[in-house]
Structures are given as structure tokens and as C-alpha cells.
């Protein structure tokens, strides 16, 4: 048999395969002696390599004693280590969390305790990925453990050692502060998720302590024996399943922890290089923190341009948060406003990763900002990769969207100018907040930083809400809007020449969705939205009847008579004709409740053809005349003399009343009705 082979056998016979990892002992075999099979090559790469960058004297000692796990044993640890997790990954933040732990606890004890610590060992956290032995390993120099503590904290699932202490800080200083990560007990397994077999060398602060080696295959059971060569704290060995051979490659390690602990308060070092050097800026003094740490950072977060905007927010109650938001400079695409997309920004507690991507943080129309948000309150399930306590979270989200409310109110203030060039690239975004929020506070809080054109303004300068308020005239109970396309098609509409004479104030809505917008709004300040539409239709004062006297009108039996025939000939399309003293220049309108509501309609649900006449049979359009305007006084004239002509000059004037009250998706099809209306009207000229 191969010597090799033999050698490698004899060993793990007699339970030694912790010395694998003891390079003097390596170091005195002659494998190139040895003519290596296929069959022992995996074992040679497993234990021939070791780190240059970390000590590696420990050793175990003695006979070694097994222990079985407490706490529902080989079943929960089952769990834990195959089930609780969503990504494999993880188990770096959590063994570097618990190192983290381990350096603060000690610190602690160095200001509350009369034992002296080691000052010339560094607190630091070394981690040595080896791909030659396919293993990782992370130390720390922190408390450590004596045997009692490695049964009580390693072998009893769900026993965490910094909830603990936690208590313990808690009745000694209420106030105080701390930094201590783990409070489930259940990281370390995690470890299980990825590694065949753990070992765990660890020497407590106090000197009198004997070191100690802790090794399981996450059976159920594990050994507990004397150790040599080990310094002060805990060193972790994680043997990697073959299948899980990437988190021994030192580019992988080094991705994991620069996204998860890149902000633990003591230097991580990964095979000699400490790698996480940019600060948790939040944490600082707003005013302390440079623009070029701002850029740095900001890009740490993914992004390629530079912030627009940044915010800090700080509050110990009702919860404690510290936030850092950035809006970004580019302007997004149509694709990017119209996906679905996930929020930017990320959720951390005491400084380690929870979620990149934190959904339920910020509202879904928020997407846009991005940043961090950390927490000591924020209630997480055991494996801490989910937000649990929908009350406090919804508690949380409220807040913070309320803070990135005031706080764009406080930039449009202050530089008006820049704060209309983000809106100009992010306003549909507010647009769409108004349209999810199920709460009108929120709903109006957003709509605070709305901008409005109207007709009291110059063209291209915009008001907001806010302003048109406090500009209402006393006897004013409503804030009206118009939808069109343009200011000029808005000045020009019969609707805003019917409202005119009253002299309201009228915001211009340009965008499509705008009016949805503003049936969603409902109201503002008390004060209800509402289209110059509906208004004209509410004052009925003149409606429906020949004003006495004037001569440039049509008289009431003429107009009774028109009216009449009109309903006959239109039928089709309307329910009933009135007389409208409102319009002094255009023919007619259309006039029907909810017309804001009739335009969405006929955008969505029929804007197919052959629907087109079930719109028509479903909703009661009226046509209002103007009994002084020339076309009714000639169009009277004309049905009795030439009812076909009559007839096409009749639908033609309905079908524009209805291109201009928006109510015919496509005014293309109007076009077959002008043409032949043309053909006759040239036909009887000439």
C-alpha cells in the first residue's frame, strides 16, 4: 500500500486527524518520496497547505471527552444548519459576528474586571481562506472560553452567550450603549450548512484557564480535549464539504464580507490584508462626513454616479434608527420607473448586513433612494434574514418616509431651481405613491411635493399645493383641475371658457395619469380636487334656459325644437341635449358626472372598438349647446332644410365635443365622419 495512504489511515484511527492541521508536522514528511494515487490526493490537498498569515501551533492534548448536544440535539441542529438559512453564505456574517462579540465582550471586562488582558495581542479578526486544504478558518482575539462556557455556549443550540451578556450590561447600565450582535445563540451551527467538521480552538482572557479544543461533524455529539499553542480568544477551523469548495477561495470570502460585515468595529483580515477600510458613515456626525466619503460610500453601495441629494437621520425614540439616504443623480429610464423593482436601500443591525435589498423598510414608490438603515430595534426572525413584528415595522417605515418627506419639502425651499430639476426626473415616482398609499396623510404629505402649472402662473413656472391654498379665494370651497395635453389646448378648451367668468385658479394636469392621480388624491387640506368639469356641471343657476332679451340667440321655441331633434338623431351616443349659457365662443360640450373617472374608463376597459358602443349605452352623456354660438343658430336652419347634411354636421360637432372631453381614445376614427361630412357639404356647393 501506498506509504502515504497508510500514514494518512493510521491517523485517523486513532482519532488524530486534528493534527493535520500542525505544519511541523507535515513539514517532516518527504512526499515526494511518496508515488501519490487518485485516492489520496484529496487527503494530501486537505492538510499538506497551511496559512502564512496566521499562527498555526494549536494542538490538542490528552484523551478527549464526547459530549452529546443538549437542546433537541441531532434533530435541531438539523435545522440549523440545513434549514434556517436562505443563502449559504451567511455563515461568514454569522462567525464574524460572533468574533465581534467575543473582542467586545473582552473589552468590557478589561474596564469592569481587576484581570489583566494581553495588550500586545491586537483585537482583530483573521480569516484564512485555503483552497489547497479547502478550508476556512476565523480567529479572533477576543474573551475566549473555557470548557464550562464551550459546553454551555457551543454545545446547547440556541444559547447565546452575548444574549446574556446583554442582560447582564443592561442592569449594570440602562443607558449604555453596546455593540454586541448575537442574540440567538444559533449562528456558530450555521457553519454546519457548509463544513463536514468543525473544529474550535479557544483560551480564555483569564490566565489561570486552561485552553481547550471543541470539535463536532454536527452528528449530535462532539469532543472536548486539552489544547496547546493556542492565544487568547477563539480560532474556528471549518473542514468544507466538497460541494461548498468556493468559500475556501479567498475572492469569495473577501465578496462576503465586504457585503455583510464591512463595518464590524475591528479590522477583518482576510490571508493578510485588511480589507474593511471604509467606515459606517451613518454612525458619524452628519457634519463631520466629507462629500468624497460620501461618493466613496455611496458607490460602496452599487452606484456609478454621484448623489443628488443626502440625508441623515438620527433618533433614539420611539425607535432607534440611524439612516443615511442618497437620491441618486441620473435620471431613470421609462423601464426602470416602470419595473417592479426592489428598494436601494439596505437594512443593517449594529452595523452587520440583515438585508441588501430591505422591501419593507420603505415604501414600494421609494425605490429610488438609496442607502442604509440601522437598527437595534428591528425584530428579526432566528436566522435573522427576516423582519418579524409587522406593528413596529410598519411603525419604522412610517417614520422614515415622513423624514425623506420633509426633508425634499425642506430642498424645494431652499433651492427651488435644483429641486425642480429632480422633479422633473423623479416626479412620477410621487405620482405613483399617491396611487398605492392607503392612507390619506401620507397620500397628501406626498402630494405636498407635487408642482403645478395653472392659469394664474407663467407659462413653465409651477406652484404646489401648498401655495394654491393659501392663494384660494375666501368663498372658494374646491381646488379645481383640468386635464390636456398643453397649456395652449387648456386656455383654449370650451370647458375652461365655461369656468372662466368665475375667475378660479385652475391647476393644469399635462400628464395622462395625472387626472388618476388626483381621483386618488381626492383631497388636499380639507379641500376637495375637482375637474372644471364637474364644477360647470354643479352650477345650474343659467341651465337649460334662453336668457331673455338677447338678440344674438337662438329664441326658446327654436332652441326646444333643436334640442329635441339632436336627441333624436344622436341617441346613439347621448341621453339628453341642454342649453348652456356658459360658452360664449365654441358650439358645445359634453357634461356628464365623474368625467375624470369616463376618460380612465375609455383608456383601459374599452379602449377596444367593439366595445366602443357599450361605453356609450353604459354612461349618460349630455351635449350642451350654445344657443348663441353661429353653428347651432346655422345647424337650426339646416335640419329642416337638409336632414342628411344636418344629420353629418350634428355627429360631427358630438365627435368633437367628445375628442375634446377626452372621452375618444383614438381621434383618428372621428376622421371617417369629417371626410363624408366634407363630401356632402362640397356636393351641395357646387
Excluded at 504 to 512: A, D, I, P
Aim: charged letters at 30%; a neutral charge.
Amino acid at each position: 500500500m501506498n506509504k502515504f495512504v497508510l500514514f494518512a489511515k493510521t491517523l485517523r484511527q486513532v482519532g488524530s486527524s486534528r493534527i493535520f492541521n500542525q505544519p511541523r508536522f507535515i513539514s517532516s514528511l518527504n512526499t515526494s518520496s511518496f508515488k501519490i494515487n487518485s485516492d489520496a490526493k484529496i487527503d494530501q490537498k486537505r492538510f499538506i497547505k497551511t496559512s502564512c498569515c496566521m499562527h498555526e501551533a494549536e494542538r490538542a492534548v490528552g484523551k478527549s471527552e464526547k459530549y452529546e448536544f443538549l437542546a433537541e440535539t441531532k434533530q435541531l441542529l438539523n435545522i440549523v444548519a440545513k434549514s434556517l438559512y436562505s443563502d449559504k453564505e451567511v455563515f461568514v456574517r454569522e462567525l464574524i459576528s460572533n468574533a465581534s462579540d467575543a473582542i467586545e465582550k473582552l473589552k468590557y471586562a478589561q474596564l469592569t474586571s481587576d484581570q489583566e488582558v494581553d495588550g500586545q495581542i491586537p483585537f482583530e479578526i483573521q480569516i484564512n481562506a485555503n483552497d489547497m486544504n479547502n478550508t476556512l478558518t476565523i480567529q479572533d482575539t477576543g474573551v475566549g472560553m473555557t470548557k464550562d462556557e464551550l459546553v454551555k455556549f457551543l454545545g446547547t443550540i440556541a444559547h447565546s452567550g452575548s444574549k446574556a451578556f446583554i442582560e447582564n450590561l443592561s442592569k449594570n447600565a440602562e443607558n449604555g450603549q453596546n455593540s454586541i450582535i448575537g442574540q440567538f445563540g444559533v449562528g456558530f451551527y450555521s457553519a454546519f450548512m457548509v463544513a463536514d467538521k468543525v473544529q474550535v480552538f479557544s483560551k480564555s482572557y483569564k490566565e489561570t484557564e486552561q485552553a481547550f479544543e471543541w470539535s463536532s461533524s454536527g452528528d449530535g455529539s462532539y469532543e472536548i480535549s486539552e489544547a496547546q499553542g493556542v492565544t487568547r480568544g477563539t480560532k474556528i477551523i471549518l473542514h468544507l464539504k466538497d460541494d461548498c469548495s468556493e468559500f475556501s477561495k479567498d475572492e469569495v470570502i473577501r465578496k462576503i464580507v465586504n457585503k455583510y460585515s464591512n463595518f464590524v468595529g475591528f479590522p477583518i483580515i482576510v490571508n493578510g490584508d485588511k480589507i474593511n477600510l471604509i467606515q459606517p458613515i451613518w454612525l458619524e456626525d452628519a457634519k463631520n462626513v466629507t462629500e468624497e466619503q460620501h461618493e466613496e460610500f455611496y458607490k460602496f453601495l452599487g452606484n456609478m454616479d454621484k448623489p443628488r441629494y443626502t440625508f441623515t437621520y438620527k433618533t433614539d425614540a420611539p425607535l432607534n434608527i440611524r439612516a443615511l439616504f442618497y437620491v441618486p443623480t441620473f435620471k431613470p429610464s421609462p423601464m426602470e420607473i416602470s419595473q417592479e423593482g426592489d428598494i436601494g436601500v439596505s437594512l443593517y443591525s449594529k452595523k452587520v448586513l440583515i438585508l441588501s435589498k430591505a422591501n419593507q423598510i420603505l415604501p414600494r414608490w421609494l425605490r429610488f433612494i438609496k442607502g442604509v438603515v440601522d437598527s437595534e430595534d428591528i425584530p428579526l426572525n432566528l436566522s435573522r434574514e427576516l423582519l418579524q413584528d409587522s406593528n413596529l415595522i410598519r411603525k419604522l417605515r412610517t417614520i422614515l418616509t415622513q423624514r425623506i418627506l420633509r426633508f425634499l419639502n425642506d430642498e424645494a425651499k431652499y433651492d427651488e431651481e435644483k429641486y425642480m430639476q429632480f422633479y422633473s426626473d423623479y416626479n412620477l415616482y410621487f405620482k405613483e405613491g399617491i396611487y398605492r398609499a392607503a392612507d390619506q396623510n401620507e397620500k397628501e404629505e406626498i402630494a405636498s411635493l407635487l408642482r403645478f402649472e395653472t392659469n394664474k402662473t407663467e407659462p413653465g413656472k409651477t406652484i404646489s399645493l401648498n401655495e394654491y391654498v393659501k392663494r384660494m379665494k375666501a368663498d372658494q370651497k374646491n381646488i379645481f383641475y383640468y386635464s390636456a395635453p398643453s397649456r395652449e389646448i387648456a386656455l383654449n378648451s370650451p370647458y375652461f371658457e365655461a369656468i372662466k367668468q368665475k375667475d378660479h385658479e385652475v391647476l393644469f394636469l399635462f400628464e395622462q395619469y395625472d387626472e388618476m392621480v388626483a381621483l386618488q388624491l381626492f383631497q388636499f387640506k380639507n379641500k376637495q380636487l375637482v375637474g372644471i368639469e364637474q364644477e360647470n356641471l354643479a352650477d345650474k343657476n343659467k341651465d337649460d334656459i334662453i336668457i331673455e332679451g338677447d338678440s344674438r340667440s337662438l329664441t326658446n321655441d327654436q332652441a326646444k325644437e333643436l334640442k329635441d331633434w339632436l336627441k333624436t338623431t344622436l341617441s346613439n351616443k347621448i341621453k339628453s341635449v341642454k342649453i348652456t349659457n356658459k360658452l360664449d365662443i365654441h358650439p358645445c360640450i359634453i357634461t356628464a358626472d365623474n368625467m375624470s373617472f369616463l376618460r380612465h374608463l375609455i383608456k383601459t376597459s374599452y379602449m377596444q372598438r367593439e366595445k366602443v358602443s357599450d361605453f356609450f349605452n353604459l354612461v349618460n352623456l349630455t351635449l350642451e349647446i350654445n344657443p348663441k354660438n353661429g353653428l347651432i343658430k346655422s345647424l337650426y336652419e339646416l335640419h329642416k332644410k337638409d336632414p342628411d347634411l344636418s344629420k353629418a354636421v350634428a355627429e360631427q360637432l358630438l365627435d368633437n365635443s367628445l375628442v375634446t372631453a377626452g372621452l375618444v381614445e383614438d381621434p383618428r376614427l372621428v376622421l371617417s365622419n369629417l371626410n363624408s361630412l366634407l363630401e356632402k357639404a362640397f356636393t351641395r356647393k357646387f
